[in-house]
């Protein structure tokens, strides 16, 4: 999986971070150098899926930070703060979370972590 998050999102050059969080036991996969979700933040990325209009109210807290939701369904939710943003895509099995940095495209980063989304709800995960 380590070489999946590489080869589908960091090599986009439109990725800074990013992870794979198996929603059954709330494990990290797979994940970037450096990044690292606390328990709070997979709770928290947990109940914003389970409540979509509150996330779009309320956004989405990840590693102390509060992003703007702009999109929150029971597939996807792109939050931003400014330049930066997050991006959490949900199949069957798991939570993919990507961030991007100022300078990157975030309609590029929504394009990766999306088609690797697909990637797995085609494979049944």
Not at 42 to 57: G, L, S
Not at 75 to 104: F, H, N, P, Q
């Amino acid at each position: 999986m380590q070489n999946l998050l590489h080869d589908s999102l960091l090599l986009t050059g439109h990725v800074q971070n990013c992870a794979i969080l198996q929603i059954k036991d709330n494990t990290v996969k797979a994940s970037s150098i450096g990044f690292t979700l606390s328990a709070d933040d997979i709770t928290n990325i947990e109940e914003a899926f389970q409540n979509p209009p509150e996330t779009r109210q309320e956004g989405l807290k990840l590693n102390k930070v509060t992003y703007s939701a702009i999109r929150a369904d029971k597939d996807s939710i792109y939050a931003k703060l400014g330049a930066t943003g997050v991006i959490v895509v949900r199949t069957e099995e798991y939570y993919i979370v990507s961030t991007y940095a100022d300078g990157m495209h975030p309609s590029i980063c929504v394009e990766a972590i999306e088609k690797l989304g697909d990637y797995f709800r085609t494979k049944g995960h």
